[in-house]
């Protein structure tokens, strides 16, 4: 079946950086675009950025660009989120989700999320 | 942007109940519109894709309609493990953007 397991987050001072993972499993990984989507704590879900199946194409909400950056590695069949100059509003739970084709369509799976909290 | 309004922001239904919820998108989509549910402390869940159809394994009292800019999400006979909030999200154009979600209760 099909699993995406998160990792990376933590707690992160105003201005720093963390690199989020999205290990997945159960599907060929390189054949699917990937998403990152964020949720803010008693918010709504914010989408974050997205890669295509073979990383040539790659999207970003307005209010990360310049910051985050998504790449994936398909022979790790892992995607990643680099996020710098973090600020209160970034924190979130960060999503990873599964793109049903290899452009975009709609997220049909989802991890469990990873927490980044930025703090001083 | 692409807005996506959802309305009621709640809502409170007894087990049996029909509900529903709407979706109204700022421009026209087409059917690029999907729905989600997430309960408390879990990652959101497909449960209907462009517009209209069941995600895999979701139960046939979930239906959804609308193309253009309204859209509805029904719940024909509400159960108690259907308690959670949902999500409409539009997949037409970059941004995707989500509506504010309907807290079911």
């Known amino acids: 079946q099909v699993q995406l397991v998160e990792s990376g987050g933590g707690v992160v001072q105003p201005g720093g950086s963390l690199r989020l993972s999205c290990a997945a499993s159960?599907?060929?990984?390189?054949?699917?675009?990937m998403h990152w989507v964020r949720q803010t704590p008693g918010k709504g879900l914010e989408w974050v950025a997205f890669m295509r199946h073979d990383g040539t194409t790659n999207y970003y909400a307005d209010s990360v660009k310049g910051r985050f950056t998504i790449s994936r590695d398909n022979s790790k069949s892992t995607v990643y989120l680099q996020i710098n100059s973090l600020g209160a509003e970034d924190t979130a739970v960060y999503y990873c989700a599964k793109d049903h084709s290899s452009k975009w369509s709609y997220f049909d799976y989802w991890g469990q999320g990873t927490l980044v909290t930025v703090s001083s | 942007d692409i807005q996506m309004t959802q309305s009621p922001s709640s809502l409170s239904a007894s087990v049996g109940d029909r509900v529903t919820i709407t979706c109204r998108a700022s421009?026209?989509?087409?059917?690029?519109l999907n729905w989600y549910q997430q309960k408390p402390g879990k990652a959101p869940e497909l449960l209907i894709y462009s517009a209209s159809n069941l995600q895999s394994g979701v139960p046939s009292r979930f239906s959804g309609s609308g193309s253009g800019t309204d859209f509805t999400l029904t719940i024909s006979s509400l159960q108690p493990e259907y308690i959670a909030t949902y999500y409409c999200?539009?997949?037409?154009?970059?941004?995707?953007?989500f509506g504010g979600g309907t807290k079911l209760e």
């Open positions: 159960g599907f060929t990984f390189s054949n699917y675009g």
């Open positions: 421009q026209r989509i087409s059917s690029y």
């Open positions: 999200q539009q997949s037409y154009s970059v941004p995707f953007t």
